[in-house]
């Protein structure tokens, strides 16, 4: 698991990128059923895209920084963060 750029090049520590998994990896799927243009738009030079950007400090923790589309889809439901702000000012 690294932090990566567009190009799906690792960054170093502090640099901010995508969330990825190196695949093939045993918590991923091999892509999406009958969609290889989904598939390719989740993977760049071997990386599998999770969609979160964040940076990587030098003991190896991740520090989340937000989605790259910016909405979370749960259950079908997009979700935007606005939604979820609203949820945790109550």
């Given amino acids: 698991v690294g932090v990566v750029d567009g190009e799906g090049r690792e960054l170093g520590c502090g640099e901010l990128g995508q969330i990825a998994v190196k695949a093939p990896h045993p918590v ?3 892509g999406y059923w009958n969609k290889p ?3 390719a738009a989740k993977t760049v030079n071997g990386w599998w895209l999770m969609g979160d950007m964040a940076t990587k400090d030098e003991d ?3 520090h989340f920084f937000g ?4 909405v979370i889809t749960s259950a079908g439901y997009r979700i935007g963060p606005s939604e979820v702000e609203a949820c945790l000012e109550l």
């Fill in 60 to 62: 190896g923790f991740f």
């Fill in 28 to 30: 991923l799927t091999l």
């Fill in 37 to 39: 243009e989904a598939t």
């Fill in 67 to 70: 989605r790259d589309d910016d």
